[in-house]
């Protein structure tokens, strides 16, 4: 082999660049991310790109937990307690949080663009794990829900554009990714509300152009392109920041 090759690899509607490094020292394949978050790839002289993309199928799970901080139910870096005075991410802003003792059976989150409320019941005041984990599903219904309201409408104006039309957007969990598109059926990660919207237009422009062009092409990402000319701008976000989207 020659020198280093730049490549990239998709994982669902995730592009990873990364570099080949061939080596003759190595025997297996080995992967390393800087502090820059880039992905090398160092690989033995016989291995073939078939063969390193072979060894990245299987650390898919391991390359999106680095890379973009997605994983099955992956807790922030520092979790919650739900305690007045934290903060929630909404829409890519910071609200406060503010919980109050209420007459409910369960915890209930509120909104009024300003500040988050949790209503609680007494014996959920405190930071017990019990307690802990039923204010965490509170806030969470309350994102899935807002996340159902609002990320398809933001579709409308790519699908003018794109002339597509009967695409369904769902709205939900999704393990690994941000988006998906499959068979006139767009499915996107709730957590994406609380990103800023200019990043969720991106996984909306990059999951409806797969209405158009099935694979990562040269016209697919032209098309993304031409929906949102700084896309790799959003894209790269995603790969920094992707971990604080999790609650």
Sequence with gaps: MSGPLQRQYHIGQTVIPYTIDWSESRETVSLSIDSSLELTVTAPM????????????????????????????????????????????????QYP???VEA???????????????LRVHALDADADGVSVRRKRQAVVDWFVKRAGQELPERASRFESKLGAQDVQ??????????????EGTIR???RLVRAPVRIQDYVLAHELAHSVHEEHSDSFWNTVGALIPDYEDR?????????????
């Design 46 to 93: 016989t291995a073939t790109v078939a063969d390193v993309e072979s060894v990245l199928e299987s650390r898919q799970e391991w390359l999106l937990q680095k890379l973009y901080g997605l994983k099955e139910q992956e807790g922030p870096p520092y979790p919650k307690e739900y305690l007045s005075g934290e903060k929630l991410q909404y829409r890519g802003r």
């Design 97 to 99: 949080l503010e919980v």
């Design 103 to 117: 007459d409910v059976p369960q915890p209930e989150l509120s909104f009024d663009d300003q500040t988050f409320t």
């Design 169 to 182: 957007i769902e709205v939900g969990e999704i393990d690994g990714r941000w988006g998906e598109y499959n």
């Design 188 to 190: 996107l990660n709730w």
């Design 235 to 247: 894209r790269d976000w995603l790969r920094v920041n992707g971990n604080t989207l999790a609650v």
